[in-house]
């Protein structure tokens, strides 16, 4: 047998170890994401107990492989060298697309990638056995049944999962209200039964019905049985939940969370591991059934690959490096924080950055709610609406520990999913564990009001986004999987070589790509910030870092204008871009939390600080409009300016680059006694702008230079002119900034003595 098939097996094992990585990175969202949002421990804490499910489901899995092998395609329809090539071409799809998921942190199914993967290559390979021998159809070699059971998987998923969410958010919210340490007093221990007994039921239907820890029997007595056994299983966890919150006084919410984040868990590792590792399985084994009948002197080209339909148990060894590595992308995979943290954000209490931008659906949407909800609020008597908006105040300060929703929410997240998959489990109805935990979350949030007037067309698109996603995952993993698998059989060995350093090639960009945008969130994260000196000493550093990024972007603009390199100028246009877009963040989203956080008698500070990170958004403008002005001139090969032109504009840009290196050694050396001499500066700078202005003026009057060119130069000095403005009153700001600080330092000290 040639040795390129076990090149390809080996390939096979590398592949599986890569999508064990970027799978995980993917489906992680789906047991952390109530933990992680409610901060219901430390994260340490929190994967270790998803650690835990994930080993024992990985270790208990069934191990059977049906989807893979058989649950698809018709395995007996194809020849040993057609699956080799079917399988690897998932492989390679399947790595790449869920690695392009977790770039940009975006949740989907890896049920779904998988079925479909599967049934583009095996169309593929059909379709050239189809031409080359004109026998058989196409529908002898597929099981069209099974993608048509997946995508009514999917809008089952979606809708139920989010009316439910809703609808049960409501009703606990009701029974619960933000404030509900009180009355959890009474019906906390009623509560933990039900969801105890909601995710008891969840473990053993969906994470351990197929393992060997639960016989058959065992399995089908509770189905038979399973109203009586729900109401004693909840009797049972009542009882425990009371005893350890009265008589031991333990947070029972804690335990709910954790027992559902170790069931979702659990049921991830036992029930997709199949995901991930089914493919090379199933080629390891075709490769064994070929070496059998090389052996038994049969020709490997004729081969039909029937005995793959016959059900296999996997080797406890791979299932148990599948475990450990699974873990291992757990707790390092940058990726699947990423994606953890959409799902969070989207439903999040409160305002803050938005991840996403309003689109015209998420307007039409909340404009259409607006209006109904408008119409419900006027038919509905007015106790009630009293009685429902007690019960959504948000809670005070003191009971909040800036999670980003409570603990009550995370509890109906968990129960909600897991028992909504669960009975569609049972009822044979294939819903994606992705899509209920995700919309579940979503309908939650939406019913807890998370989604305020203020933040709701931002989600909106998120949610359209993410689910946008999920039908695309089908079509395109159908697409690639099949272009590639067409591209193996008629390359051969060179294809095999070519996509797999297609794989490299693309996981290398996507990590740099995750980088970027993982530096870019780093700098959206909120500062912690106790009180009105850390206010100031950050903006105090945020300061030195724009005065740097002004100083570079003006005077590298100048020299790419003058040199009339147009890469650079193009390179300097998003830098400026980036930095216009971060001061627009920071005037959009921390202003108001940061003031929020400023005492009665420090509002001095709070007011200075406004006028700070406002003239900095300022000058951003200035700075994004001439970069962008002068990279379309020079890109548009127009002609540069004259050495006049050029020695005025030095001239005027060195007098402002002064101006800027005395700033930042005030700020450096904390000494704004020089701010007058600067004042005096800036008043030079406008002189020197008027004549300048007066120059080109008269140049253009004697047809010394064209209107393009007239028109960005002046636009360079007017905008040169509104940044030497900006900057002094910036420095001013900054200085009784300052002052304030020291104020408030001697107040506190006064209050002390």
């Not at 106790?383 to 980003?404: G, H, T």
């Not at 108001?592 to 509002?603: C, F, G, S, V």
Request: hydrophobic share 45%; charged share 20%.
């Amino acid at each position: 047998m040639d040795n390129i098939y076990f090149v390809i097996v080996l390939v096979l094992l590398g592949l599986a170890a890569l999508d064990l990585v970027v799978g995980v990175a993917n489906d992680a969202v789906n047991f952390l994401n109530s933990a992680v949002g409610s901060k219901v421990a430390p994260t340490w804490v929190i994967l270790t107990v998803a650690s835990a499910g994930v080993l024992l489901g990985s270790l208990f899995s069934s191990g059977m492989m049906e989807v893979a092998r058989s649950g698809v395609f018709h395995p007996s329809m194809f020849t040993f060298p057609d699956i080799m090539m079917l399988f690897l071409a998932v492989m390679i799809t399947d790595v790449i697309l869920l690695d392009v998921f977790n770039t940009f942190g975006l949740p989907t199914s890896t049920t779904v990638s998988l079925v479909f993967e599967l049934l583009g290559s095996a169309v593929a390979v059909a379709l050239v056995n189809i031409w080359n021998t004109g026998n058989h159809t196409l529908l002898e070699y597929i099981n069209t049944e099974k993608a048509l059971t997946i995508i009514t998987g999917i809008l089952t998923s979606v809708v139920i999962a989010f009316v439910f969410g809703a609808l049960i958010m409501y009703i606990s919210r009701l029974i619960f209200s933000f404030r509900y340490k009180k009355s959890f007093q009474y019906f906390g221990a009623l509560w933990g039964g039900i969801a105890l007994t909601a995710i008891s039921y969840f473990a053993i239907f969906k994470g351990l019905k197929n393992t060997t820890l639960l016989s058959k029997d065992n399995v089908q007595y509770i189905q038979d049985n399973i109203w009586s056994v729900a109401f004693y299983t909840w009797m049972f966890w009542t009882v425990i939940m009371a005893v350890l919150q009265h008589l031991f006084k333990v947070n029972i919410l804690k335990i709910t969370i954790h027992a559902g984040t170790a069931a979702l868990a659990l049921s991830f590792a036992s029930n997709d591991l199949v995901n991930f590792i089914g493919v090379f399985m199933a080629g390891l084994g075709s490769y064994d059934i070929a070496k059998e009948a090389v052996a038994s002197g049969l020709s490997i080209d004729n081969l039909y690959m029937g005995k793959l339909s016959e059900p296999v148990v996997a080797d406890w060894k791979y299932l148990f490096g599948a475990g450990i590595i699974m873990i291992l992308a757990l707790w390092f995979s940058k990726k699947a924080r990423q994606v953890t943290k959409t799902g969070v954000e989207l439903s999040r209490q409160g305002d803050g950055y938005e991840r996403f931008s309003s689109s015209g659906a998420s307007r039409s949407i909340v404009r259409n709610v607006l209006s109904v909800g408008k119409l419900i609020h006027r038919i509905t008597p007015q106790k009630v609406i009293d009685f429902v908006e007690s019960r959504f105040q948000p809670a005070p300060n003191y009971e909040k520990n800036d999670a980003s929703f409570d603990m009550i929410r995370a509890s109906v997240n968990l129960t909600i999913a897991a028992l909504l998959i669960s009975l569609g489990t049972s009822l044979k109805l294939p819903l994606s564990t992705t899509y209920v935990t995700f919309m579940v979350a979503m309908g939650s949030s939406l019913a807890d009001r998370a989604w305020g007037r203020e933040s709701a067309v931002y989600r909106i698109t998120g949610v359209l986004i993410v689910i946008s996603g999920w039908f695309l995952t089908a079509l395109v993993a159908f697409t690639v999987s099949a272009l590639v698998a067409f591209g193996l059989m008629y390359g051969g060995k060179w294809a095999i070589v070519g996509f797999i350093g297609l794989v490299i090639l693309l996981f290398i960009q996507f990590m740099l790509i995750h980088r970027k945008r993982e530096k870019n969130d780093e700098k959206r994260e909120e500062i912690t910030i106790k009180d009105e000196h850390d206010i100031i000493a950050n903006c105090t550093e945020q300061i030195k870092k724009s005065v740097e990024s002004t100083r570079y972007i003006y005077s590298e603009m100048l020299e790419g204008l003058f040199k009339e390199d147009r890469r650079r100028l193009q390179k300097l246009y998003k830098v400026s871009d980036e930095f216009h877009g971060e001061s627009k963040r920071r005037r959009t989203y921390e202003v108001l939390p940061t003031l929020h956080r400023i005492e009665q008698d420090a509002l001095d500070a709070g007011q200075y600080y406004v006028q700070v990170i406002d003239y900095f958004y300022e000058i951003s403008v200035s700075l994004r409009y001439m970069t962008e002005s002068s990279f379309n001139y020079i890109d548009n090969n127009h002609e540069g300016f004259s050495k006049d032109q050029i020695e005025d504009l030095k001239l005027l840009g060195d007098q402002l680059l002064s101006i800027y290196d005395d700033f930042n050694s005030m700020i450096v050396k904390n000494d704004f006694s020089e701010v007058e001499k600067i004042k005096a500066r800036r008043a030079k700078v406008l002189d020197l702008y008027g004549e300048l202005v007066k120059k080109q003026i008269k140049r253009t009057k004697e047809h010394e230079t064209g209107t393009r060119n007239s028109i960005l130069y002046l636009n360079i000095l007017n905008e040169t002119k509104v940044i030497a403005m900006k900057s002094v009153n910036l420095m001013r700001a900054q200085m009784f900034l300052q002052l304030s600080d020291d104020s408030i330092s001697t107040t506190e000290e006064t209050k002390a003595e």
